[in-house]
């Protein structure tokens, strides 16, 4: 039984958007902190942006002022709205359980979804 399911993904122009989202299994979601990570070809997985159930967040610094993750609790929902979206963004995204550290550290779990890819054209 899956317990973590992305969708959303697609191919965009640069410049476009796109909004992921993620739907989890309440208890996977009542974690401390939620995250996305994606990973290139050929590239280790990175962490794009964390969120804890309280709405305290941290971003990979290359997506700061660009991306957006945000969750509703009552959905068991996380979501990653992307603007400006460039094709170095190209990646499949995964989104994880896990926990954030006061000190803005995500540590991740072993749960992770299936992933959805993500491209952008130049």
């Known amino acids: 039984q899956a317990q973590l399911v992305e969708s959303g993904g697609g191919l965009v122009q640069a410049g476009g958007s796109l909004r992921l989202s993620c739907a989890a299994s309440k208890n996977i979601f009542n974690m401390n902190a939620m995250g996305w990570y994606r990973q290139a070809p050929g590239k280790q997985r990175e962490l794009v942006a964390a969120?804890?159930?309280?709405?305290?967040?941290t971003y990979a610094d290359s997506v700061k002022a660009r991306f957006t993750i945000s969750r509703d609790n009552a959905k068991n929902t996380l979501y990653l709205q992307m603007n400006s979206l460039k094709p170095e963004d190209t990646a499949v995204y995964y989104c994880?359980?896990?926990?954030?550290?006061?000190?803005?550290?995500?540590?991740?779990?072993?749960?992770w979804g299936q992933g959805t890819q993500v491209t952008v054209s130049s």
């Open positions: 994880n359980a896990g926990a954030l550290s006061y000190s803005g550290i995500y540590y991740s779990t072993g749960y």
């Open positions: 969120i804890t159930g309280g709405g305290t967040t």
